[in-house]
């Protein structure tokens, strides 16, 4: 939605929020696009939410971000969501309708996509099994992108499988739950692996896996980007495989919100990423 004759405000809630790059990544935009707006960091408890919320339309905000601990309860919040919101259950986006109503929308899927075309324009879904490590937040968001995309073979490896299993059932159609113990084994044939549990982050340990079976062929993506290279994306490179780390993934699902708020659809430039990396 276009304001074009207004200061256009936005921002992100989360708590903590000012890690968040976000602000960083929107006010480049605005700068660079020229519209008069800002965005800005917004910290709030859980506790308070639902009321930041219902303030938005009249703070005079066009929407916000949502980011950890807010997504999955801003589901629950919000008056309307879109499919993609909806299939992950949780919502990273709002946006204000002009009667004050909030649309719920989810865009990390169609981000983390987007990431990996720019990285490997002739990837497809449907090359052949793709191996997810992980049932999170973030897996539920890959997986419904990757799903969306033409995936027809996900093997979804999670520590815990109850909570595969219940990814399993939600989104259904490809996806195979598979257990923890048989992770290494799960790469055998597979076209793609993506990693999208917190092991190799910043401050926690690797991720604990061999990629002896996985074919030096497939593409291996981690939705972690800090650090820029995380033990496994290393280990991927030094045998062959090409690589993707969780950049991409920021910069592109901000995108779509940017253009929901402000009216323009910005593009993720060389010169923003490298604003954003030399943060990390
Ligand atoms: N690039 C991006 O834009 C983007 C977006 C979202 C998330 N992320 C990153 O993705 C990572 C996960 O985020 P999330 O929101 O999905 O977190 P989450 O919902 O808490 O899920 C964490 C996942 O990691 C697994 N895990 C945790 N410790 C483990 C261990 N010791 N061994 C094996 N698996 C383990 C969990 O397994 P259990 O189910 O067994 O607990 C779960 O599958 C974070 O590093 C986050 O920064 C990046």
């Known amino acids: 939605m276009s304001h074009p004759d207004r200061f256009v405000l936005a921002g992100v809630m989360g708590w903590p929020v000012m890690h968040s790059r976000s602000p960083r990544l929107h006010n480049y935009w605005l700068d660079r696009y020229g519209l008069a707006g800002t965005y800005v960091p917004l910290a709030i408890h859980a506790e308070g939410l639902?009321?930041?919320?219902?303030?938005l339309p009249a703070?005079?905000?066009?929407?916000?971000?949502?980011?950890?601990?807010?997504?999955?309860?801003a589901f629950e919040i919000v008056d309307e969501v879109d499919p993609p919101a909806r299939r992950i259950g949780a919502v990273n986006c709002v946006v204000v309708r002009p009667d004050g109503a909030l649309f719920g929308r989810n865009?990390?899927?169609?981000?983390?996509?987007?990431s990996i075309l720019e990285a490997?324009?002739?990837w497809r879904a449907d090359a052949g099994p793709i191996v997810v490590l992980g049932a999170g937040g973030g897996?539920?968001?890959?997986?419904?992108?990757?799903?969306?995309?033409?995936a027809t073979d996900i093997r979804l490896v999670?520590?815990?499988?109850?909570?595969?299993?219940?990814?399993e059932r939600t989104l259904g159609g490809p996806v195979r739950a598979i257990e923890w113990?048989?992770?290494?084994?799960?790469?055998?044939?597979?076209?793609?692996?993506?990693?999208?549990?917190?092991?190799?982050?910043v401050g926690q340990p690797a991720l604990d896996i061999a990629l002896d079976r996985l074919p030096n062929t497939a593409l291996v993506s981690d939705i972690i980007y800090i650090p820029k290279e995380t033990p496994l994306l290393a280990a991927a490179r030094?045998?062959?495989?090409r690589t993707v780390n969780g950049l991409g993934m920021l910069l592109h699902q901000a995108r779509p919100a940017f253009r929901d708020w402000f009216g323009v659809m910005p593009e993720a430039t060389p010169e923003l990423r490298a604003m954003i990396e030399a943060t990390i």
Request: proline fraction near 3%; aromatic fraction near 4%.
């Open 139 to 150: 897996a539920r968001a890959v997986v419904a992108g990757l799903t969306d995309r033409g």
């Open 181 to 201: 113990a048989s992770r290494n084994d799960a790469l055998d044939g597979a076209a793609m692996l993506v990693n999208t549990t917190s092991q190799g982050m």
């Open 120 to 122: 490997a324009p002739d």
């Open 158 to 167: 999670n520590r815990s499988l109850d909570r595969a299993r219940q990814l």
């Open 238 to 241: 030094a045998r062959g495989n």
């Open 59 to 73: 703070l005079g905000f066009s929407g916000c971000n949502l980011t950890i601990p807010h997504k999955e309860a």
């Open 107 to 114: 865009h990390d899927g169609w981000g983390y996509i987007e």
């Open 50 to 55: 639902r009321a930041a919320l219902r303030a």
